[in-house]
């Protein structure tokens, strides 16, 4: 089983960057995919990528393609969602959950990620 500690979060103008990171502990991280999900002021929380065991297979959501990159480092435990062009819109506390898949593969589907994180907020000013 593996626990979660995001970071990376904060305040950025619109057009800006910022990268965040999920470290995990455990020694299965290389058997989890890996998602991140977001959930902005008064919505529900929502897909945003996700990553399958290996690093080679991504998703993201339509709202965030193109622009944001999930990546992922198995020796350092640890996955990244890079955020580029940030909008006002991606305002939102950022999550990263882990999804158990030896067989590989990746979910959109929260109810399937059974370890979260806490949490980090990301604000974008316009």
């Known amino acids: 089983q593996v626990q979660l500690v995001e970071s990376g979060g904060g305040s950025v103008q619109a057009g800006g960057s910022l990268r965040l990171s999920c470290a995990a502990s455990?020694?299965?991280?290389?058997?989890?995919?890996m998602g991140w999900f977001r959930q902005g002021p008064g919505k529900e929380r929502e897909f945003v990528a996700t990553?399958?065991?290996?690093?080679?297979?991504?998703d993201y959501a339509d709202s965030v393609k193109g622009r944001f990159t999930i990546s992922r480092d198995n020796a350092k435990n640890t996955v990244y969602l890079q955020m580029d062009s940030l909008k006002p819109e991606d305002t939102a506390v950022y999550f990263c959950?882990?999804?158990?898949?030896?067989?590989?593969?990746?979910?959109?589907?929260?109810?399937?990620?059974?370890?979260w994180g806490q949490g980090t907020q990301v604000t974008v000013s316009s």
């Open positions: 959950a882990a999804d158990y898949r030896p067989g590989g593969g990746w979910s959109r589907v929260q109810y399937e990620y059974d370890r």
């Open positions: 455990g020694r299965t991280f290389s058997s989890y995919a």
């Open positions: 990553i399958d065991r290996s690093g080679g297979s991504t």
